[in-house]
């Protein structure tokens, strides 16, 4: 157990990063930042930050001995750097569990293998596998890039072949994954904490909706039935301790529309895993203000092989993202902050950009549709279209 007073570290210095430092510090912890930014958001609130590029040598032997042991807030660190720093401290979660994380053909073939519903797929390595992988899948259908895809970037939706290849050639003919085009409800998320005596806690699932690619709300608790919540609960909690995961995670999960069948009544749909991300998340965020403990302070529990925190959730929430888009250049603050149901967080970005995060509100209220209809109207106020 590593106690307050100890330090440890994050890789990583944006809002995911600030959030665990404050979090952390807030328990009594001393907090080491690696990232080269020197305006990130978490090297503005941590004990020491380190700025330099992931894999400079100096600066990770400086931080794995300053910490007890470190995390990350994203999933694409180079694996020299976990490794490197893995001789000095601990590292959460491990080098293998991130590896997974990286590349869509090892999180779904492992997620799959660990008993998750994923949708049909097909690996391309090169122009050579484009026919088969169109025969496997066919129409409609989604090319993924393998790695460093978010928020909706490095895909595109094909209805031939022809438009395969074309759009194979427009990602730059990298791997890619093929994958079936499902019929979706709707889009929830389950974040959840697994320490090394492989507990699992898991905070309640958010219904998420998105703009452009990126989250735009999250809707807590998500409106799915509670069979459908079960069934995403336990094929997350299937992948983390099939991973030997410690640390916090998210897992994204399709709910899949319902067909009519041979009696004419609808069924009730199904859960289909889409990803992982193997930290908080932004979907996890109304955690912040919403539940007995939040993400951040239960990443802290978890890298530090504490108890892990209750997850319980104590309102209904909706949170709204705020984006670079509505710095015109700044928001309306009175208006947001006039309700006293909202919990503003932002992030300590100086400069805003269309799409760029930079801060969230939660929206609390007894009631799950109050909390819908202020997060509406405060962001009708705010200038973010409908
Ligand atoms: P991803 O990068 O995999 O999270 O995909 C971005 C968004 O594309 C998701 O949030 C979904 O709205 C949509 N999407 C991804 N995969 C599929 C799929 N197989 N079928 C239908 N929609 C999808």
């Known amino acids: 157990m590593i106690l307050p007073g100890a330090t440890i570290g994050v890789l990583g210095g944006g809002q995911l990063g600030r959030m665990f430092t404050l979090a952390a510090k807030v328990m009594g912890y ?43 807030e994203f999933e694409n660190v180079p694996a020299t750097s976990l490794d490197m720093l893995a001789k000095h401290c601990l590292v959460a979660p491990s080098p293998q569990a991130l590896a997974v994380a990286q590349d869509r053909l090892m999180e779904k ?23 088969q992988a169109w025969h496997e899948i066919g129409a409609p259908a989604l090319l993924k890039t393998r790695r460093l895809g978010y928020d909706g970037k490095g895909q595109a939706r094909v209805n031939s072949l022809d438009e395969l290849a074309a759009a194979f050639a427009e990602l730059g003919n990298v791997p890619c ?21 492989d507990e699992i806690a898991f905070f309640p699932l958010a219904e ?17 039935p509670e069979k459908l919540a079960d069934d995403a609960r336990r ?13 916090v995670m ?40 919403a539940c007995a403990t939040d993400q951040f302070q239960q990443q802290v529990r978890a890298l530090c092989g504490l108890t ?26 009175n208006t947001l902050l006039r309700h006293p149901g909202v919990q503003l967080h932002l992030y300590g970005k100086a400069e805003a950009r269309p799409g760029r995060k930079m801060g969230h509100y939660n929206c ?23």
Not at 211 to 220: A, E, K, Q, Y
Request: aromatic share 6%; with cysteine.
């Open 308 to 333: 892990l925190g209750d997850p319980r959730l104590l309102s209904p929430v909706v949170m709204v993202n705020l984006l670079g888009d509505v710095w015109t250049p700044q928001p309306d603050w």
């Open 177 to 197: 994954l093929l994958e079936g085009f499902l019929p979706l409800e709707r889009e929830v998320s389950v974040v959840l904490a697994r320490n090394q005596a």
């Open 364 to 386: 609390l209220a007894p009631d799950l549709a109050d909390a819908l209809a202020l997060a509406l109207e405060t962001r009708a106020a705010l200038g973010i279209g409908a």
């Open 250 to 289: 998210a897992v994204e999960f399709f709910l899949l529309r319902g067909e009519a069948n041979a009696s004419n009544e609808n069924t009730p749909g199904r859960i289909v895993f889409n990803e992982m991300a193997p930290r908080p998340h932004n979907s996890g965020h109304y955690t912040l203000d």
């Open 30 to 72: 001393q907090v080491v930042v690696l990232d080269p930014d020197p305006a990130s958001p978490a090297g503005q609130v941590a004990n020491v930050h380190l700025k330099a590029d992931y894999r400079d040598a100096v600066a990770l032997l400086r931080m794995g001995s300053l910490c007890d042991a470190v995390t990350t």
């Open 208 to 224: 998420n909706q998105h703009r452009d690619g990126i989250l735009d709300i999250s809707i807590v608790p998500a409106r799915v």
């Open 109 to 131: 073939s492992r997620a799959r293998e660990f008993g998750c519903d994923t949708a049909p797929f097909a690996n391309i390595e090169s122009e050579a596998d484009l026919a």
């Open 235 to 247: 094929m997350a909690a299937g992948l983390a301790h099939g991973l030997d995961y410690v640390g």
